[in-house]
Each structure stands twice: as structure tokens, then as C-alpha cells.
């Protein structure tokens, strides 16, 4: 079983973009978008005229309530990325970064107003920025990463390329994805069988 606090929500794997050692995050869980449904560069229309804003609007208020643990319409700003990961954005810590300063009071006082994070969130899901990487990228990732082609990588090889490469990860969210990530009976990652694991039913091939 996947342990219930992931770091990050995602898993550490190389995208082959500018450069092939370059660390990114991605989510186990992939909740349904529902601005799948709308049409790209659509204007929003009035929630009460259209189900799909509405539906939107609707799941970043239950997912706000959640982390809204004063019951007034703020959250702490180190909940944020938590909130727009189970809404189904998988950004890198830079993107949140940027995100959270256009939500952010003049002052900054560590919390999140629902009156703004709300229209900037209901943009985000309607462009259908930060999805996640596919089941066949994320299989070329990790050969990247498997230098020697032998189809798995060590435990050690993983927490190296997790300490040395990209964005930091924790000593505790390193343990918790080895812990997953590891095979109990070969105490190797083989990844192919750990991508079809993160991967939700729906984004599997």
C-alpha cells in the first residue's frame, strides 16, 4: 500500500526535457478533471449558467474547507500545494512558489484568502495547467536514470539522484518513498511495476 502521506504528493523521476538530470514531481493520485470537459480558451460563463465551473468551483471550496482549519476562509500558505495536488495540479516548487506570491496579501501573513485562491485556482483547472506525466514518460524517467539498462535501480542509486539532483526532498520523504518504491523480496526499484503503482486506473495503459 502507498503510505497515506507522500512527499509531495508525487515521486521523484528525470524528465527528459532541457536536460535529462532533471528532477521533477509527480502525483500518485490524479483526481478527475473536471475541465477536461471544457473547451480550451472557452470564457468562463457565470457559475449558475455553466455545471462544469460550477462543478470546479465546487471542488476547490471542499478541497480549501479541508485545510481550513479556523472555519474563516484562510488557510496556512504551506497548505496551498496540497490543496491545488489533490485537485489534480502537480507543480514544481518554483511554479508554486510563483503562484502563491499572485495569491499572497501585500503583506504577507502566512495565509491564503479564499477570495483569491479561489478565481486563480478556477483558472488554473480550467487551462488544464500542471497535469501529470504519463505512464510512458515516466518509464523513460526512470531509464534515464538506469544508466547500467539492467530494468531496476538500486535503492541507493534512487536516494542518490533524490539528494543530488533538482529540488531537495527531505531524509523523511526520501524513507517513505523507498519504502513504496522498494521491492520487498529483490530490495530493488523496478520501476516499471513501481510507474503502473503511482499511477492512477485511469492514466494506466
Not at 503583506?107 to 488554473?124: C, D, L, N, S
Not at 524517467?141 to 538500486?154: G, M, N, P, Q, R
Amino acid at each position: 500500500a502507498l503510505p497515506s502521506r507522500w512527499p509531495l504528493e508525487g515521486v521523484v523521476a528525470k524528465r527528459l526535457l532541457k536536460s535529462p538530470l532533471e528532477i521533477i514531481t509527480v502525483t500518485l493520485v490524479a483526481m478527475e478533471d473536471p475541465a477536461s470537459k471544457a473547451e480550451e480558451g472557452a470564457e468562463p460563463k457565470a457559475p449558475e449558467k455553466d455545471p462544469i465551473l460550477a462543478e470546479i468551483n465546487k471542488k476547490i471550496e471542499e478541497s480549501f474547507e479541508i485545510f481550513d482549519h479556523n472555519s474563516n476562509k484562510t488557510v496556512d500558505v504551506r497548505e496551498v500545494g496540497t490543496i491545488m495536488r489533490s485537485l489534480g495540479c502537480y507543480l514544481s516548487e518554483a511554479e508554486l512558489h510563483d503562484l502563491i506570491q499572485e495569491v499572497e496579501e501585500e503583506e504577507p501573513t502566512g495565509f491564503i484568502r479564499f477570495e483569491k485562491f479561489q478565481p486563480m485556482m478556477a483558472k488554473v483547472l480550467l487551462e488544464r495547467r500542471y497535469k501529470p506525466a504519463t505512464e510512458e514518460e515516466l518509464v523513460k524517467a526512470f531509464e534515464v536514470l538506469d544508466l547500467d539498462k539492467k530494468s531496476h535501480l538500486t535503492a541507493e542509486e534512487l536516494k542518490k539522484y533524490m539528494t543530488e539532483e533538482g529540488e531537495s526532498f527531505s531524509q523523511e520523504e526520501i524513507e517513505e518513498m523507498l519504502t513504496a518504491a522498494v521491492d520487498p523480496e529483490r530490495k530493488v526499484v523496478l520501476y516499471r511495476d513501481f510507474v503502473t503503482l503511482m499511477l492512477p486506473e485511469s492514466e494506466q495503459s
